[in-house]
């Protein structure tokens, strides 16, 4: 059964960092696209950033400069670094993988920008 397990959300201030991880298990995704997503309240999901088996990664307009995604496909996880973290930052955010016409989403953790 292929699982996306992610962590490392919480409450941050204005300014700090948090770093995501999503473990993902069930296959080898050393093969797939990886990525995160994000939704704020009220909002729809949108796209944080991509990355995909060849190293080709893709970011939001919002978080160039401050998200790094990587992935260690060793251990069949994909990472998201997240600095400057800003109020509109605050969403729940999911893990997603897609491999050969499947997908498979994260259950999302939270993360709150917040002084």
């Known amino acids: 059964q292929v699982q996306l397990v992610e962590s490392g959300g919480g409450l941050v201030q204005p300014g700090g960092s948090l770093r995501l991880s999503c473990a993902a298990s069930?296959?080898?995704?050393?093969?797939?696209?990886m990525g995160w997503y994000r939704q704020a309240p009220g909002k729809q999901r949108e796209l944080v950033a991509i990355?995909?088996?060849?190293?080709?990664?893709n970011y939001a307009e919002s978080v160039k400069g401050r998200f790094t995604i990587s992935r260690d496909n060793a251990k069949n996880t994909v990472y998201l670094q997240m600095n400057s973290l800003k109020p509109e930052d605050t969403a729940v955010y999911y893990c997603?993988?897609?491999?050969?016409?499947?997908?498979?989403w994260g259950q999302g953790t939270q993360v709150t920008v917040s002084s």
């Open positions: 997603y993988a897609a491999w050969f016409g499947n997908d498979r």
């Open positions: 069930g296959r080898d995704f050393s093969s797939s696209v």
């Open positions: 990355r995909s088996s060849g190293g080709n990664t």
